[in-house]
Structure formats: C-alpha cells, structure tokens
C-alpha cells in the first residue's frame, strides 16, 4: 500500500508520533537505568512495585489510549465521509450519549444472566441514538446544519435520562459517573485485550470498503449511478463506525472530541480521498489522545485529583473545534427552511384566543387533577388543600414563565440572528449559564440561590457578548452560532462531570436542576422571573418595528437609518437576560426556545409582535404540559420537566420528519 | 451634491487589494449620473462608498458639503436612500409591509405612520406599477416584481439622493425602460439626484445625464451623454469594438457590437 504523501497532515502526524515516542521513553526510562526493559514489558519482577505498576497499569493505559483515539478517530471519519458533514462524529450525533445511556440501563436493570448481550445492548443504543438523529435532519434543505442540531438535541436528552436514571439508582452514582467521564486508567491487561480485537475487526472492516466510501463521497445520485447500494453501504459502514465506539465506550466511557477534532482538522490541512483521511486519522487520533492522556496524568500526579481523561479531551477539543471550524467555511450559507410561498395572509387572533384559552384550562387542570395509582385524581376540600394548591402553582407558574421566557429569548435571536435555528439553548446561552453556575456551586462553595442565579445570569451574558464579538466579522453565520453552542455544550458536559465525581452533598440536586426539575423554586424566585419577562417582553414588543427592519440584514436597515449594531447588541442582551431568568428555573435542557418560535413561525405569527405573542403562548402551553406530565407520569417519582420538554421536541422534530417523507 | 475628493478603497485582509485608487469627481445636484464600466472595475465598490457601506482608505467623501461620516445614521437615511445589487428579501413580509419601512427613517422605531405616510406609500407603489399586488408576500415575486418593489420601497423613503446599484438587471426591456424613464421624470419633477450604476449602453447613452467611466479602479473617463455615445469613446472604456449609430429622426445614437 503506498501513501501519496500529504506535506501537512504528514507532518502533523510526524510530530504526534514523536510525541508519543517522547512519552514513551519518559514513562520507560526509570527502568532503562536499572536494565529492565525488556523485563518490564514482557514480565516484570514481581516484587518490585514500580514494575507492576508500569506492566499493569502504565503500558496498558498508553496502549488504550491509542486504541481508543485511533478508533474514535477512524469512526469520526467514517461518519463525516459517509453522511458528508463535517461536523459529524460519534460524539456530536448522539452515538455516544445512546451507547452510554443503553449501557447504563442494561448494567442496572438487566439480570446478571443477561451479561453475555451487553454489547449488542450497547449497539443497538447507539444505532438508535443515531439513527433518530439522522431522521430528523434527512431531506431538510440544509441537511448539514440539522443533523448537528438533531445530534446536540439527541445527546443532551439522553445525556440528561442517564443521569436522571443515576439518580433514582444512587448507590451507584460515583462509579458510573467515573466510568462515563471517560477514565483510561487501567490496572490490568483485561480491557485491553476487550477491546483491541473489536477496535481492530472494527477497522479491516471499513478499511475494507474504502473505496465505495469514496463513492458516497460524491453524493448520492452519482454513487447509485455508478452501481453502489447506497442506502445498504450506508448503513453497514455506520454500524462498523457505531461498533467501534460501542466498544470503545464500553471499556472506558464517553471520550468526546477526538472522533470530531481530528478527522476535520486533517480535512483542513488538505486530505480529501477518504481512504487518505482514515489512515492518517487513525494514526494522528491514537497518537494524539495517548499525548493527551499523559497530559492528564502529569496533571493528576500534582493536584491528586482525578481528572477524567474524556473530560479533558472535552475541554481541551472544544476550543480548538471553534478555530479550526472558523478557516473551513465549509458550511452552506444562509438559508430560509420554510417558504411560504403564497400563502394568504391570515389573522391570527382565533389562534392566538384559542392558545390563551387551552393556557388557562390548563393550569386549572394542572392545579386541580393529578394522576396516582388509582388513575386521574381530583383534589378536593379536605386535608392540607392550602399547602399542595400552593406547591402546585408554584410549579407550574415557574414552567409557564420559564416557557414564555425561553419563547421570548428564541424568538429575538432567531430574528436578530437571521437565523432559524438558533436558539438560546443552541447558541450555548443556557450552557453557559449553568456552566458559570456549576462552577461557583461546586469549585468555590457559592450555596445561596440568590448568588447562584446572580453568578448564572452574568455567565449567560458573557457568553453572548464573547459570541457576538466572534461572530461580527461572520455576521451571524449559523453555523457559527451552532458551533458556539456544541463548544459550550460539551465543556458544560465535561465539567459536570467532574463536578459530580467530587461528589458532594449537592450532586443530587444539582443533576436534577441540569435536567431541568422546578421541583426547588420558590414562588419568589417565580415573580422576579416573571416581572423580569414581562418587561423584557413588553420592551420586545415595543421595539417591534425596527424588530422587524433587523430581517432586511444590516446593510439595508443601516440604509433605512437603523443603528443596526446597538440595536443588536441590545436584543441579544434582552435575549441573554431572558434565557439565563429560565435556566436558573429549570436548568439549561429543554429546547422550548428553539421550538416555540419555530412553530409559531409555522403556524403563521409572521410579523415580529405576533412572532412574540405566539411564541410566548405556544412555549408556555407546552412547558405546561412539560410540567404536569413530569409531576404525575411516573408518580410518586417526580421527573425533570426540562427533559419532558425535550422529549417532547423531539418528538416534534421527528413528527416533521416523517411528515416530509 | 455628493463631492469625492482623492478617493480610495482598499480590501480587507491580509493583501489589501487597491480597489479603487485616487477618484476625483463631482456627482452634480438635480441630475441622473451613471457610473459604467466593464466588470470588477470598481462600480459597486464605489457606489457602496457613496452609501457607507464601505469606508475610503484615503480622500474625503462629503454630501452638502458635510464629510459623510459625520451625518447621524438616520438623517443620512432621510437624505440618501440605496438599493444594494442583492438585497436581503425578507420571505415573510407583504409587499406593502416591505414599502412602508421606507418611512423608517421618518417616523423611527415607535413613531406612529400618519395620513401623509400611507399617502407617500401608495404613491410610490402606483408609480412602479405594484399596486396590484400590495399584498402578496415577497417571496413569491419575481425577480424583476421584486426589484420593482424595492424601487417602490426607496421612493418612499423621500430622499433627495437616489443610489442604485444595477436597478434594472432583472428587467425585462419595458420595465428597464418605464423604470428608467420614471426616474428620469422624478429627478426633473422632484429635482432628485440619482447615481446609479447601469450596465446598457444605450440605456444610459438615452437617460443619463453625467457619466462617469471606471477602469480598473481609475477613473477613465467623464462627461456628458452625448460625448458618452461616441464610437472612440465606447471603445476606450469598454475596450471592446464597439460603433454608433445616429438616429435619424432623433438626438440619440444606439451603439452595436462590431
């Protein structure tokens, strides 16, 4: 097999390889004095401890380690080929978070009998994760930007059940939470041996059908005409890819970035041929996690703490993903997802009477029927009325809010942003301020819910601003938004993590409040939430005309006398303000700013103060039911009711999906 | 009017690119100036210069003798209205709706529209033939519909200064004409002045009435329509083999690809 040789990638993958030698001889060289090498690779001295800890844990952790990055690497480019995206990966479309999230049910709830079907378990979890992905986004005319979106939504959703599922099982919640952060540390040759032979059938396989590879490369109506079963080698090819890191995930958790950071960064530095961009992916991914790992353990052998490596490859890739996706320019430009091509023009008042109507049947239903063992439930005068009426109303005014809020803050970056598919959740806005939130919480010891939500609200404020200042020469590319969001998103997820592996008395709540329980609001908290959106809506509403002017695009508004950049900076303030009021509410997972002005746009809300009113009624009614579901679906158990709403966008997306079809 | 003094722009980036280098030239008040030239000479470059939209390297820019940055953006708007060569299209606005935030600049973000407003309104629609469809979406316009529209949106808008960039490049040859001849009639009537970038020939050789030609970023040659129509002049400019025709029964000459 001979390599055409890439001057940039090669080199890349030159200076990873003497990395790697690097750490090679450091982790060796205590033994090359003694005159033991050979001993200490092949059998060590068993009394003498240093040996037994290079042969057991050292040699088989950086032999994972280049297992694991060279598979996830090679999954990633095989993804990215096979679905041509660039931003695909088994991480970003959910294969991972399905995979996690199938073995953690299987390894809680299924009888020890049950253990020689893990692996199938754990594939299944992530075709499923991926195939739903990629239902979502298929036949939309900017595929490329839903799949990821699709892929962000899946993973958090299944991310969040996970841990709800943790949290009703809490006796296991330290050990899982370190198996899923990632952790390469090893002692013993067992995993090693579990998963190179997978890794290795994993990668003959699709090395072997490289070239239909390329042939899927060029699209599909070209590849089906050259004779290729498109949609059979589309599948097969995925499912090695889901293999892999099925395995991979398996032995050591999720390892995120690798499988994304890697194969696009050597796309960049010029490779094209698929066949290319695997061989070196696979060497370039192996050599760099082992690089990063070792990182990692210096790290840990100073602090003492335990730093996931999965988590670090998290933080360290989701930066870097940011730069290097700036010099691709690989996505497709701006594009409108809905023509209305000729429609009539409607009045919008019976809908809008109608929505307002189902608002307040509901909430009276909410407060005054319940579902327990004995089926529906009507509260009636007798014991403690005050007490539940009140805990009821509180928590479902605080979904009603934290709906009309996230309504209002989707639907002004949608407008500002010129762009559909952003969101507060999507733009990272929320990540960020559970992020900032998490940190003050778990690093430096803030436990007051007022500090918390002070400290929240300034982290989803200096996202923004940081966002608008990257995105100023872009203006608001959407993929650029998108990519803000991922980054943030799975810095969020890794921080989480490591947050939660140091334990403490919090934990619990606070893997409720990230999967977005009102469960811990106080009616106070729910009237400055409110009073907060009712201003910023009303001001929204007020400025509706240059709302509007801001849709023509900077160049004509500016023309028109529009000081467009002020103008933006202070939506997308109102904006920031409002999504981080919600999070603080109920956490930073549940999709009601993406969905609510997306359906009212369908709906027909057209013109920016109608766009407000229908969304705001539409994510409130939906965050309603989100609620009274959450409260009475499993009871007595209370669930999250930012994951319902989540389910429930999703459910919605995927609705659409098959609808096109 | 528009007074350019020394001009010139240069790109963005790390190779900063001379776009247009050193343009002298005066647009004169109350008349139709075309700036031509073959493509990639600088016409668009200039006239986004004129609006704003870009800022010169070097030389000075002054409309009524006041340096353009220093107009307040929404008094530039009521003195100057642009039509960029693609605008934006909002999908989901009506046709009228897209008109009436021509007076944006008048009546501001929360001022109400008045009697005089909708006046200003219906007339520019009647005046560029849209009337017949105020409230059809503008997504479902063609492409010469839309640029009609626009037309309409910018006479709304009541700005002395008329900046177009390529007006007519989706027309058929009746609307180029009734357009055209619109705003011929509109700066006599109203004494508008209008600069627009056209790429016909004899189009400007029968309305323009001040030409400026563009080579290469350089001026290259300016003046009147009749000089413009000149069988050395086209030729020079365009450096292509062009001739002229004298009408007989009219003042105006027609040119052909020789």
Known sequence: ?661 | MFDLKNVSFQSDGKNPKTLLGDITVSFPTGEFSAIVGHNGSGKSTLLKLLARKNKPASGQITLDATVLGDHSTRDFARKVAYLPQNPITPTHLSVRELIAFGRYPWRGAFGRYRAEDHEKIDQAMMLTHVTGFADRFVASLSGGERQRVWLAMLLAQDAPVLLLDEPTSALDVGHQRDILQLIASLKSEIGLTVIAVLHDIDMVGRFADHILALRGGQTCWQGTAGDFMQTKTLRDIFQTEIGVIRLPDSPHSVSYIA
């Open chain 1, 1 to 661: 097999m001979t390599l055409p040789i890439h001057r940039i990638p090669a080199l890349l993958c030159l200076v990873l390889a003497l990395a790697t030698v690097a750490v090679f001889v450091t982790d060796i060289l205590p033994f090359a004095k003694i005159d033991a090498i050979g001993k200490v690779l092949l059998a060590p001295d068993e009394t003498d401890f240093d040996q037994i800890l290079f042969h057991y844990s050292t040699l088989p952790r950086l032999i994972m380690g280049f297992l694991c990055g060279a598979g996830l690497a090679l999954a990633g480019a095989a993804i990215q080929t096979v679905l041509r995206n660039p931003l695909a990966a088994p991480t970003t479309l959910g294969v991972g978070a399905g995979v996690e999230f199938a073995l953690t049910v299987f390894l809680l709830l299924a009888p020890a009998a049950a253990a020689p079907f893990q692996e199938a378990v754990a594939l299944t979890g992530g075709m499923l994760a991926l195939g739903t992905v990629y239902l979502i986004a298929a036949r939309r005319t900017n595929a490329t930007l839903w799949l990821i979106l699709a892929g962000m939504i899946v993973n958090l959703l299944l991310q969040s059940g996970t841990q709800i599922f943790l949290l009703f099982n809490e006796q296991y919640l330290q050990s899982v939470f370190m198996w899923g952060a990632g952790d390469l540390a090893q002692n013993g040759w067992e995993s090693t041996i579990f998963v190179l032979p997978r890794v290795i059938i994993g990668m003959i396989a699709i090395f072997a059908l490289s070239r239909p590879l390329d042939l899927l490369a060029l699209g599909d109506d070209t590849a089906s005409s050259l004779g290729a079963k498109v949609t059979l080698l589309r599948i097969v090819i995925l499912g090695f890819a889901v293999f892999i890191t099925a395995s991979i995930i398996s032995a050591v958790g999720m390892i995120g970035f690798v499988g994304l950071a890697i194969p696009a960064a050597l796309r960049i530095a010029g490779l094209t041929r698929s066949r290319d961009l695997m061989i070196y992916s696979l060497f370039a991914g192996g050599f760099a996690l082992l690089c990063i790992d070792f990182i990692v353990r210096q790290m840990n052998g100073i602090g003492g703490d335990i730093l996931p490596t999965g988590a670090a490859t998290a933080l360290f890739g989701a930066p870097f993903i940011i730069l290097i996706l700036r010099k691709a320019r690989i996505m497709p430009g701006q594009q409108s997802d809905d023509h209305h091509q000729d429609q009539q023009i409607i009045s919008k008042n019976t809908l809008s009477l109608a929505l307002f109507a189902t608002l307040l049947a509901g909430i009276i239903l909410s407060l005054f029927v319940s579902l327990n063992q004995n089926g529906l439930a009507f509260l009636n005068g007798a014991d403690g009325f005050g007490d539940i009426i009140t805990q009821r109303a509180e928590r479902t005014f605080a979904a009603i809010i934290c709906g009309a809020a996230l309504a209002v803050s989707g639907t002004l970056i949608q407008r500002v942003g010129r762009n559909p598919l952003a969101s507060p959740e999507i733009t990272g806005v929320s990540s960020a301020t559970a992020l900032a939130m998490i940190i003050a919480l778990v690093f430096f010891g803030f436990g007051q819910r007022a500090e918390l939500m002070m400290i929240g609200a300034a982290g989803g404020i200096v996202s923004l601003m940081v966002l608008l200042l990257l995105c100023r020469k872009f203006s608001h590319a959407p993929h650029y938004l998108l990519l803000n969001g991922l980054a943030l998103t799975a810095i969020l997820g890794a921080l989480v993590r490591i947050a939660l592996t140091r334990g403490g008395t919090q934990t619990s709540m606070l893997i409720s409040w990230l999967a977005g329980t009102t469960y811990f609001t106080s009616m106070t908290e729910v009237m400055v939430v409110a009073g907060v959106t009712a201003v910023l809506l009303t001001v929204a509403i007020i400025a509706r005309r240059p709302l509007e002017l801001a849709s023509f695009g900077a160049d004509q508004a500016t023309s028109l006398g529009l000081g467009i950049n002020g103008f933006q900076f202070m939506i997308m303030l109102l904006a920031a303000i409002l999504a981080a009021s919600a999070t603080l509410l109920v956490g930073p997972l549940s999709f009601v700013g993406l969905m609510a002005p997306h359906l009212a746009r369908i709906a027909g809300y057209r013109l920016a103060g109608g766009h407000l009113l229908g969304a705001v009624l539409i994510g409130a009614n939906v965050m309603m039911v989100a609620e009274w579901l959450a409260r009475n679906l499993l009871y007595p158990q209370q669930l999250p009711t930012g994951l319902i709403a989540a389910l429930i966008g999703t459910g919605y997306f995927l609705l659409l999906a098959i609808k096109r079809r």
